[in-house]
């Protein structure tokens, strides 16, 4: 048997991917070693321009239980440092409080949904490519098997079996200088505040925030109540300079306890959870950022973490890797359908390597500003006075939630709003926009004519096969632009000012051929 397009890995980026493959008209086979998903607590939500990637495709309320549309954050933090986002014209940082197992839970249910064939307690074990197809060696339960596969993506993790079979370099950093400790736990109501959910130390005189990290001498300590209501807190503390830890070691409850002493300086008294679990007890030494070298290696390709490992400082990794797969699964859709140009798998990485670059850049910093240390105490002190310009907070709100990315887009550049992101644009739409995002849910590329002139939607027939059109209405008259492509990712491929004619009709061919192969 030969599958167009094996994933390897069924984590909320795999499974997201195959959606995103069946959508666009490909039956992809999904493997994964779990035997069942994993209830084991693990991320707890969604940050970033994702939550609004996913409520195009019409996930948002299978995931939160509430019809959208969503709405930005009024705070968050960088490193710790509060960010007030309530004064922003256009705050781009959204999030959903959503636990892993939940965000799984719903992309394998709409795979199902859609067809996806999901084979559990399968694993990769071998892989050889030749020019036709990647063979695979697969151990299931039902004993080892050999299958081809004209694609294959690693959605894999950080330790993916795809990317070293493959070769493909993975050069980074690991600090060994920290450690992390976190788990559930329950802390009696008298230390909390009932308004703010503040916890009140008045012995040390600390008032620390929730869902924050807050920065004390000897490290930092963050607390949240990730279930509001349930009594249960998730506690964590990030040290550095500490010991080494036998990491075969299982972590302990005391172990933690033991961590927050030293953070605080005191004894917290926090006692294990009541809750029905599962509950969180883990420990992380050493912080990997590492990139690998290439994305793709002939018909392999690599997705989130198998491609990019950082900090989860700030929580964009899901956000990066779910947005990996909503930029990747039209064009690997093309090249299977054979209409793809012959440098569009290639633009996969082009776009996404500098996204995942500037995370680990950002996270980095965030970890670093995080150390205790009397200079980096002055230098957090001067970022937090350059907060308080509404523009600078701006521009870590867009660079925390990736709505600074603008794609390159070569010839099609000419336009300021080439390479954006369209939701952007909501507010300046009039009607249409519900045309717009029913074609999105279903992943399909839509010309917007935003002149009601009929000749521009004539001048796409030899794409009607891959492109739709839709006729909307400029709610804004400053709005700089008569027309807009939109890729089924959501980002515009090429924008106009220029009104229906020949000039701008040989411009709007080009812009589809070069993205949507040739007319038919």
């Known amino acids: 048997m030969t599958a167009d397009v094996t994933i390897v890995g069924g984590g909320p980026n795999g499974l ?19 035997h069942a998903r994993s209830e084991a607590p693990r991320a707890n939500g969604l940050v970033g321009r994702v939550v609004q990637a996913l409520e195009l495709r019409g996930l ?10 969503a709405q930005p954050l009024p705070f968050y933090q960088f490193s710790g440092l509060p960010l007030d986002l309530r004064d922003l014209r256009d705050n781009p940082l959204y999030a959903l409080q959503v636990p892993q197992a939940h965000i799984e839970q719903v992309l394998e249910e709409r795979a199902r949904e859609l067809g ?53 370099a993975f050069p980074g950093t690991t600090d060994d200088s920290f450690a992390s400790r976190a788990g559930h736990v329950t802390i009696p109501d008298a230390l909390l505040d009932p308004a703010t959910g503040e916890l009140n130390l008045p012995e040390l005189d600390l008032h620390l925030r929730p869902y924050a990290h807050n920065r004390l001498p000897n490290g930092v300590l963050s607390f949240a109540m990730m279930q509001p209501g349930s009594g249960t807190h998730l506690v964590a503390t990030f040290e550095w300079d500490q010991p080494p830890v036998d990491d075969s070691t299982p972590m302990t409850f005391d172990e933690l306890r033991a961590g927050v002493r030293r953070v605080l300086g005191t004894d917290l008294p926090m006692s294990p959870p009541t809750t029905p679990g599962p ?47 909503i930029n990747l699964g039209w064009k690997l859709a093309a090249q299977i359908h054979g209409w793809a140009p012959p440098t569009l798998l290639d633009t996969y990485q082009s776009e996404r390597a ?9 996270t980095r910093a965030q970890m670093a500003l995080m150390r205790p240390a009397a200079d980096i105490t002055a230098t957090r002190d001067l970022l937090a006075e350059l907060l308080d310009d509404p523009h600078n907070r701006a521009r ?68 009607r096969d891959r492109v739709d059109v839709i006729t909307a209405r400029a709610a804004d ?34 812009a589809l051929a070069s993205w949507f192969g040739a007319a038919a």
């Open 354 to 362: 500098p996204v995942s670059r500037r995370v680990l850049m950002q």
């Open 396 to 463: 870590i709100a867009a660079l925390l939630s990736g709505a600074d990315i603008q794609y390159a887009m070569g010839h099609n550049a000419g336009h300021e709003l080439a390479g954006r992101w369209l939701p952007d644009l909501r507010e300046h739409v009039d009607e249409g926009w519900a045309r717009i995002t029913e074609r999105l849910r279903a992943a399909r590329p839509v010309l917007v004519d935003l002149t009601g002139h009929s000749a521009t939607a004539e001048a796409v027939d030899g794409w």
């Open 477 to 510: 008259r400053h709005l700089s632009a008569s027309a807009v492509l939109v890729r089924p990712d959501g980002y515009l491929a090429w924008a106009t000012d220029d009104r229906p004619g020949e000039s701008m009709h040989h411009d709007m061919h080009k």
């Open 16 to 34: 997201l991917l195959a959606c995103e493959l069946r959508l666009a008209g490909v039956r992809p086979l999904l493997l994964e070693r779990l």
């Open 116 to 168: 996806v064939e999901i084979r559990r307690g399968h694993e990769l074990t071998a892989l050889h490519q030749d020019d036709d197809a990647v063979t695979l060696d697969i151990r299931a339960p039902q004993g080892a098997y050999r299958t081809r596969t004209r694609y294959l993506v690693g959605a894999d993790g950080g330790h993916s079996t795809v990317r070293k079979q493959t070769g493909i």
């Open 60 to 69: 948002y309320e299978p995931l939160t239980g509430r019809s959208g549309p």
């Open 279 to 325: 509950h969180l007890l883990r420990r992380l030494t050493g912080i990997n950022s590492r990139h690998a070298d290439a994305y793709r290696a002939g018909r392999v390709l690599l997705l989130g973490d198998a491609a990019h490992v950082h900090s989860a400082v700030g929580g964009p990794g899901l956000n990066l890797g779910m947005q990996d797969a």
